[in-house]
């Protein structure tokens, strides 16, 4: 691919440009403004790629996912998240001896330090566990202070991985007001996550596999996105040379947000409000349409994907099988089945290239599985987690690297003076 040519004010700029493995083209800017004095303008970066990455490749138009060249649909159906983790991480599906010892690694890292029960008890009951969750990750960087040491990385890593769920599910445990649940050696990464969850000290639990395998699948659909706001989130934090758990708790608190992965929530809650109003799908259709509402239907539409999102495919099917396995008599299935339709066959949604998202039957299934609403964004970000590890860890080895620093436009006051409180 040959130069890139701007014609600025009468003046040409040549720009060089840059292919990647699926032929995707950028034009390098990097020296642009060093050259014209002008910038280039993207707000939300809809156009702007700000890193080269050989992590996730995701075709919008095609609803191509794929984790270092591996396809979601494949990954979903035959690997483990931990195998996933895995993959994203170091680049390469483990082999066996990799994976036990990867897997023992997450079994004995599980356990928080004692003295973090103390940071749990002093939030109110009420507390969003996705706050709970960002915090005690942040919490982290104070009980293992070397994480950013290069030599201490991958123990790190370990760590991160392997007490998320716990941190997780002791949010849950204090909300309900019930004894926290340790974790054990003798279970898997989503056994144990259920373990801790849902097993009581009265009472012996045991892990249902359906709800294991819908938890393994779920975490794999969200387990990595490209740069989307929350991994952009992390980059940036990271390119400061903050260590890991600061980084990845301001990527929590990014993903926290509605229009992110704060929609799973924002859906259930949604079609509980339609069931609530009689099943009028088409009102819901209409407010979304009518922007002065201020309503969006959550759970549609996406930056990259315009013709379908492959991970909402996947989770569509899922939901019936679940719900049907589970035995479980969900009517907001039908409701959003319902909505999906109607949308889809309405001229607004069809123009603007709006389709369910992974987050529109994700929740279906989460409630089917036991896992209250409020816990919802947790486990995607539960899921995220190899993201944006893999994400942060590209971005740190990745010589090239600067601290991200973008520009503006400034459309402020120009110079005036100061003007003393008594002549204002
Ligand atoms: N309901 C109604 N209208 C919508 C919706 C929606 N859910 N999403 C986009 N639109 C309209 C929007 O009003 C705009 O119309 P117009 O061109 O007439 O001004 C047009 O579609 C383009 O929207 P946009 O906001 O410019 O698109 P974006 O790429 O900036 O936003 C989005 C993408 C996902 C934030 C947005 O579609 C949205 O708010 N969806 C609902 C929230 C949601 O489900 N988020 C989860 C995303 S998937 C999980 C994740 O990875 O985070």
Redo the contacts with the bound molecule.
């Keep these: 691919m040959g130069n890139a040519k701007i014609l600025l004010d009468e003046k040409e700029y040549e720009l060089p440009t840059v292919v990647g493995s699926e032929d995707e083209v950028g034009i390098d800017i990097s020296k642009f403004r060093a050259q014209s004095r002008a910038i280039t303008l993207d707000s939300?970066y809809?156009n702007t790629g700000s890193c080269q990455s050989a992590i996730t490749f995701i075709n919008g138009e095609k609803g191509i996912l794929r984790y270092r060249g591996y396809p979601i649909e494949q990954l979903a159906k035959q690997a483990s998240f931990s195998e996933v983790c895995y993959l994203l991480i170091y680049g390469e599906l483990p082999g066996g001896q990799q994976l036990e010892e990867f897997n023992r690694g997450l079994t004995y890292h599980s356990m928080l330090h004692e003295d973090m029960k103390k940071l749990f008890e002093g939030y109110p009951p009420t507390a969003h566990p996705m706050a709970i969750l960002s915090s005690m990750v942040t919490s982290l960087a104070t009980y293992y202070p070397h994480a950013h040491l290069e030599d201490r990385l991958d123990v790190n890593i370990m760590r991160l991985i392997a007490k998320a769920p716990t941190i997780a599910a002791l949010s849950y445990k204090k909300a309900i007001g019930q004894p926290f649940i340790y974790p054990r050696n003798d279970m898997s990464y989503t056994e144990n996550f259920l373990h801790m969850m849902f097993a009581v000290p009265a009472e012996p639990y045991t892990v249902n596999p359906v709800v294991e395998r819908a938890l393994n699948l779920l975490l794999i659909l969200h387990a990595d996105?490209e740069q989307?706001?929350s991994t952009s989130t992390v980059r940036m934090v990271g390119s400061s040379h903050a260590n890991l758990y600061v980084s990845i708790a301001a990527g929590i608190s990014a993903?926290w947000g509605?229009?992110?992965?704060g929609?799973n929530q924002?859906?259930i809650e949604m079609l509980k409000m339609i069931h609530a109003d009689g099943d009028n799908y088409q009102k819901y259709v209409d407010k979304?349409?009518d922007?002065s509402s201020g309503?969006?239907?959550?759970?549609?539409?996406?930056?990259v994907y315009k013709n379908f999102?492959p991970r909402a495919r996947i989770l569509k099917e899922a939901a019936d099988a679940v719900l049907d396995q589970l035995g479980v008599d969900e009517p907001l299935l039908e409701i959003a089945r319902n909505l999906e339709k109607v949308a889809l066959e309405d001229e607004?949604?069809i123009e603007?290239r709006?389709y369910p998202?992974?987050?529109?039957y994700s929740g279906i299934i989460y409630s089917a599985m036991g896992i209250p609403t409020k816990m919802f964004t947790v486990m995607f970000a539960l899921g995220r987690l190899p993201g944006w590890i893999s994400q942060w860890k590209e971005m740190r080895e990745d010589p090239k690297t600067k601290i991200n620093r973008p520009r503006q436009i400034y459309t402020g006051a120009t110079e005036r003076a100061y003007v003393s409180i008594d002549d204002r």
Excluded at 258 to 261: I, M, T
Excluded at 295 to 303: A, K, S, W, Y
Excluded at 357 to 360: A, K, L, P, T, Y
């Design positions: 939300g809809g996105h989307n706001c993903l509605p229009l992110h992965g929609a924002k859906v979304a349409k922007k309503f969006r239907l959550m759970g549609f539409g996406h930056r999102d607004f949604f603007r709006l998202n992974v987050d529109f």
